[in-house]
């Protein structure tokens, strides 16, 4: 296992278009969370994961994103009709929770997605 | 509310010289604290946790209930400590949130 992969690195869009992003967790990992970085910030909490239920979104998420976990494995962060305001570096990590103990999360190279 | 505040933007000393990057936080109960750090052209990792109590590439952390307060430390900086730090608090619900970095340079 090489780590957590985000596919893919660059995403250049027009404004109203929709998007997907790919995240694939360490194997073994039961927790999956995706954050938004944009410059001079630190990672931003957006929504994470336990196995294929989503346990907690942040308020910050309006309703053109969403995120899923079909089978407990890879997840998928779509954003509809994206705004320039969007643009922004999109992590995703993932961790092995262990008795509600919250674990280092192993973090993937990002997408930086650019909406004109 | 769980915020994580990072003082310094930019910090830099010379080589073999103590740094401290400050971190403090405010969480109602008993907070996971952790440091992360960025090299250049690197994905984010971890430093290092409190819970570990460890000592991570001559960095430690100890955390502070009464001040709030999760500062990193090294005695002599080194050339290759040049990178981004992030200070991280994970709650027990499981949302984790990250203080905006700083910055550290250490010159020869």
């Known amino acids: 296992d090489t780590g957590v992969s985000q596919d893919p690195r660059h995403k250049i869009t027009k404004r109203g278009q929709n998007v997907t992003f790919r995240c694939d967790p360490i194997s073994e990992h039961n927790r999956l969370y995706w954050y938004r970085q944009t410059l001079g910030q630190g990672p931003e909490f957006l929504t994470y994961f336990q196995n294929e239920a989503q346990l907690e979104k942040s308020r910050l998420l309006s309703d053109r994103f969403s995120a899923e976990r079909p089978k407990g494995s890879f997840s998928t962060l779509e954003i509809q009709r994206t705004e320039q305001g969007d643009s922004a570096m999109y992590l995703c990590?993932?961790?092995?929770?262990?008795?509600?103990?919250?674990?280092?999360?192993?973090f993937g190279p990002g997408t930086r997605l650019t909406v004109l | 509310a769980q915020r994580v505040t990072q003082p310094e933007k930019l910090l830099s000393v010379f080589k073999g010289a103590p740094v401290e990057l400050k971190c403090n936080y405010s969480?109602?109960?008993?907070?996971?604290l952790f440091w992360y750090v960025q090299y250049s052209r690197q994905r984010l990792q971890l430093l290092l946790r409190h819970i570990s109590r460890e000592s991570i590439k001559g960095f430690t952390a100890d955390l502070n209930k009464g001040e709030t307060s999760f500062h990193l430390k090294k005695p002599f900086a080194q050339e290759e400590d040049s990178a981004m730090y992030y200070c991280?608090?994970?709650?027990?619900?499981?949302?984790?949130?990250f203080g905006d970095g700083t910055t550290l340079t250490v010159k020869p």
């Open positions: 990590a993932s961790s092995l929770d262990r008795q509600g103990i919250a674990d280092t999360q192993y």
């Open positions: 969480y109602s109960g008993s907070p996971e």
């Open positions: 991280a608090l994970s709650g027990r619900a499981g949302k984790s949130t």
